[in-house]
């Protein structure tokens, strides 16, 4: 008889045991039961509690803020993010560092959502040196394969419309390159504002010291007219 309990005891437990279930707790406070098969840096995939063969869903870290293991254990996944900037700046907990380029931080920054502030690179003057000579303001937000791709189309649409021999290839190349003037300003501008949000979280995040060179366009008045002149800027971040 003895036996008998010690066997239906085990049984429990070990059932219990095979069943306990981790929980989830996302960036919006929404608790999940579940049974976690894997995490890493980026992600954790997990099963559903309540159907443990059914879909193995994905959820990035960035949305999870900690997991109660069955075990007991906690993995707090807040406290992994050193580098993120969750509660202020623009980059709404996306990681960030030095030395990032555009084509990664448009998936990061809407540039709608840049109204002014700490302005390193100036939507206006970037836009309009794009206006003149396409690819320019992308170089002077340090883009500089961007911008020398722009140069590279303005440069291939001119020759094009050089040697066009007839009236109607010469208008068609010369409103494409229209076209790609109007689109370098719009681009040149979009790099600018989100460039500037990324130096504005960059600025808040880390204390050190930075010193950096880069093109810039600057205003020049005389007699009354206003030009523009390239030049370098010296710029000391700390």
């Known amino acids: 008889m003895k036996k008998l309990l010690l066997m239906a005891v085990l049984l429990i437990a070990g059932a219990a045991t095979m069943k306990a279930q981790d929980l989830l707790t996302k960036s919006t406070g929404e608790d999940v039961e579940v ?6 840096e980026d992600r954790v995939k997990y099963v559903l509690f309540s159907e443990p063969e059914g879909v193995v ?6 949305e999870v803020i900690i997991i109660r293991y069955a075990s007991g254990r906690n993995e707090i996944f807040g406290q992994r993010k050193t580098n993120s900037l969750y509660d202020n700046g623009y980059g709404g907990g996306n990681l960030i560092g030095h ?25 206006l003057w970037c836009g309009l040196g794009s206006l003149f000579i396409p690819g320019l303001g992308q170089i002077c ?10 140069v590279g189309i ?5 020759l094009l419309t050089a040697t066009a021999t007839t009236y109607e290839s010469a208008l068609i190349y010369t409103l494409s390159g229209i076209g790609v003037c109007v689109w370098s300003v719009i681009d040149a501008t979009r ?15 880390y204390s050190e010291v930075s010193v950096d060179f880069y093109p810039s366009l600057n205003p020049i008045f005389q007699s009354g ?12 971040t700390f």
């Open 35 to 40: 049974i976690v098969k894997e995490v890493d």
């Open 191 to 205: 790099v600018a504002k989100v460039k500037n949000m990324y130096e504005t979280d960059l600025r808040s995040q």
């Open 225 to 236: 007219d206003v030009g523009v002149a390239p030049g370098m800027t010296l710029s000391i």
């Open 154 to 158: 303005n440069v291939l649409n001119n």
């Open 57 to 62: 869903y994905t959820i990035p870290t960035s």
């Open 141 to 150: 937000c340090g883009e500089w394969g961007r911008g020398l791709g722009f």
């Open 99 to 123: 030395g990032m380029k555009y084509k990664e931080l448009k998936d990061i920054y809407d540039f709608r959502e840049w109204h002014g502030g700490y302005e390193k690179y100036s939507p």
